[in-house]
């Protein structure tokens, strides 16, 4: 029998909050396919716990059994309906932050132009978050000021950038160095004894990219930009991971768009999990 551990981004992934048409019950389809025993269900997001849950509300989409939040910095268990954070993941991500307290970096990086602290929901212990006024501070400019700065600590950390679509700001959150969706995923893969055929992530944006090109069999669902696209399969090629890279396609009907997009995908990878239309 098989199984299968079903990862995947949720904004403009499975939530169909991009500009792109989302196919008709193509959530409801997606819910019955987790619904089954042998489907467990990751969310792997850079909401909060509380932002992921209102999601689910608001979009009807399954209840997962795990939840990567937080960019990657937390990961929790739900059993009961209650949430559970996993603390083995938290002493995992926290070594190379053992000597500094987010209020150090705070506090470091408090009089840059441009740089606004996030609100204290979107923060943690493993995580640093600022809106980033794109007409003072663009991309590179941002970033290597913020690198040079924290220079000063002493400490390894991972700087993201990603822009907000909706509000058109620049967002940057400064993690530990292992604390990012791939290597959440891979740490959760390997706590449930899961196969490399037994794992699926789908994704559409920038930072879904270290996931997709990985040794992680993954779906770009097809509401991606053409410039995501294009990337993914350039890292895909110089990785040598295309056999565990796949872009969905619009056929017919938006069917590569969203959650459609993502079984599109698992369908590709695992034919047999594809329900029958004759009912065998
Ligand atoms: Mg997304």
Not at 52 to 66: K, N, S, T, V
Not at 100 to 112: G, M, R, S, T
Not at 146 to 168: C, F, G
Not at 219 to 226: C, G, I, M, P, W
Request: include cysteine; aromatic fraction near 8%.
């Amino acid at each position: 029998m098989s199984r299968l551990l079903l990862c995947t981004d949720m904004d403009r992934t499975v939530i169909p909050n991009g500009r792109q048409e989302e196919a008709l019950n193509a959530r409801q389809a997606f819910a019955e396919f987790c619904a089954q025993p042998w489907v467990t269900l990751v969310y792997v997001t850079g909401r909060h716990l509380a932002l992921m849950q209102e999601a689910i509300q608001e979009f009807q989409l399954p209840q997962p059994d795990y939840a990567i939040t937080d960019v990657g910095t937390r990961i929790y268990h739900q059993r009961e309906n209650r949430w559970h954070s996993m603390s083995g993941w938290q002493n995992e991500i926290d070594q190379a932050w053992l000597n500094v307290e987010p209020k150090q970096i705070i506090e470091l990086l408090a009089d840059v132009k441009g740089l606004k602290l996030q609100e204290a929901e979107k923060q943690n212990a493993h995580k640093v978050s600022f809106y980033v006024d794109l007409d003072q501070l663009d991309e590179p400019r941002c970033l290597s000021l913020v690198e040079a700065m924290m220079a000063s600590l002493k400490i390894q950390s991972n700087l993201i950038w990603s822009i907000d679509e909706t509000s058109h700001k620049g967002l940057l959150d400064i993690l530990p160095p292992k604390a990012n969706k791939l290597h959440a995923i891979e740490f959760l893969k390997q706590f449930l004894h899961y196969g490399e055929a037994e794992v699926v992530f789908a994704g559409d944006s920038g930072n879904d990219l270290p996931v997709l090109v990985s040794p992680i069999q993954s779906v770009l669902v097809a509401n991606a930009t053409e410039a995501v696209k294009r990337q993914a399969v350039q890292l895909a090629k110089q990785q040598g991971t295309q056999q565990q890279f796949y872009q969905a396609q619009n056929r017919s009907n938006n069917d590569g768009n969203y959650s459609a997009g993502i079984l599109q995908g698992v369908f590709h990878y695992l034919p047999e999990l594809k329900p029958s239309s004759t009912g065998n």
